[in-house]
């Protein structure tokens, strides 16, 4: 089939691994990507190899709505720009750049999780699967066409790190299908308004287990959810931040006070959340070198 239009000039946005994998994606299905832009806050390094020796100019910007990075990069004449893990919001002037719009990857099934951490989101809400889509950018907030969409299963094993891992690899396939779509002249499919939910931007502050008002299968989403590569769920324990990475819900029933530790026959700690206990199987007292968790006490 005979492309209606012409994806020559690719400028794309990128912060981090998922970014570079699309970028290498792009250039070895033979678009030209005449740019990459990131941010002065996090460096990426581009090897060679990710790019296969293409040449493009490489821009560091600290606020891509800055008028003068807005004229810099009108000058390139771009087709399309690519948003893959690019953390800035656009603007109305920066999105009218490209003559046939802007791609933006999300991390999300939509409408039902716009907004920030999505994918922190739909494990820590306990979804049987993650949706990632790629969307036609408009002034809204993920409000845009999808162009392409996938899913990534959630076991009872599942953690961030596995479906940052998974949906990186997938985005690059979904980036192509999308291209594929505006080059043929299709425009994606609106969302349902009816259906959408917006989700704030996770912080460290916001991973804070509550014992008491959580039950065990809400404690074991929101630690993997919040596993490396991040800071990590958290509590106090004798008035010390205590980081949780991991935990495992027993095959027994363990129940009692919230928040208390037990140790049954030399296994443990376990803590009592709402409703029965979970095993801690790593976690980290920041700021202690040789303090352990006793049995009796508590986390608070």
Partial sequence: MVALVNLERIVCFINGDRGV???????????????????????VELNPQATNNCVFEQLEV??????????ELSLLSPSIFI??????????????????????????????????????????????????????????????????????????ETTILELHKKANILFPKLVLEAL???????SGCPQLEDLASYWHQ??????????????ASQVDLMVRALTRPYPGAWCFYHNKLLRIFSVKIPNFVLRGVPGRLCFIQGRGPYVI?????????????????????????YLL
């Fill in 273 to 297: 959340c709402s409703d029965r206990a979970v095993l801690l199987t790593e976690y980290k007292i920041e700021s202690a070198t040789s303090e352990s968790l006793s049995h009796g006490d």
């Fill in 21 to 43: 994998a699309v970028l290498s994606s792009l250039i070895l299905a033979g678009y030209k990507v005449v740019a990459v832009v990131t941010t002065s806050q996090k460096r």
């Fill in 83 to 156: 948003v893959a893990g690019f953390s800035h919001i656009f603007g109305s002037a920066l999105l009218g750049v490209p003559r046939f719009g802007t791609l933006n990857l999300h991390a999300g099934r939509l409408p039902q999780y716009r907004g920030g951490s999505p994918l922190n989101w739909q494990l820590i809400n306990g979804e049987s699967q993650a949706g990632i889509s790629v969307i036609q950018a408009d002034d809204g907030i993920d409000t845009g066409r999808i162009l392409a969409e996938d899913w990534i299963p959630i076991d009872p």
């Fill in 180 to 186: 594929a779509c505006i080059e043929r002249g299709e």
């Fill in 62 to 71: 600290s606020n891509v709505n800055d008028p003068d990075v807005i004229s």
């Fill in 202 to 215: 996770r912080s460290d502050a916001d991973g804070k287990i509550s014992f008491r008002e959580m039950t």
